[in-house]
Nanobody
Framework: QVQLEESGGGLVQTGGSLRLSCTAS????????MGWFRQAPGKDREFVGS????????WYDDSVKGRFTIFRDNAKMMMYLQMNSLKPEDTGVYYC?????????WGRGTQVTVSS
């Protein structure tokens, strides 16, 4: 079974930075595009961004564009979400998922809390 596991969440202050990691196992990691989603308390899951199989292309929701960066290291079977200039509205559980467009595999999530 394909497994995805997030790590790196935590508590940061407004304006701070955090880097999330997603480790994949059970599949050929470099064969698939992947993405990040998040879910704030009481809200629906929303798309954060995604990255192509090779890492050459990325897509971001407008709410994080210019602040968040997705990159991957296929040799290490890892994908990352670098989050800068964090805002309280970025608070939520962050999930890695793949592959697009069906997003059949998900990690358990990691909590990100941004205090004001």
């Amino acid at each position: 079974q394909v497994q995805l596991e997030e790590s790196g969440g935590g508590l940061v202050q407004t304006g701070g930075s955090l880097r999330l990691s997603c480790t994949a196992s059970g599949r050929s990691f470099g064969t698939y595009g992947m993405g990040w989603f998040r879910q704030a308390p009481g809200k629906d899951r929303e798309f954060v961004g995604s990255i192509s199989r090779s890492g050459d292309s990325t897509w971001y929701d407008d709410s994080v564009k210019g602040r968040f960066t997705i990159f991957r290291d296929n040799a290490k079977m890892m994908m990352y979400l670098q989050m800068n200039s964090l805002k309280p509205e970025d608070t939520g559980v962050y999930y890695c998922a793949g592959p697009p467009p069906t997003w059949d595999y998900w990690g358990r999530g990691t909590q990100v809390t941004v205090s004001s």
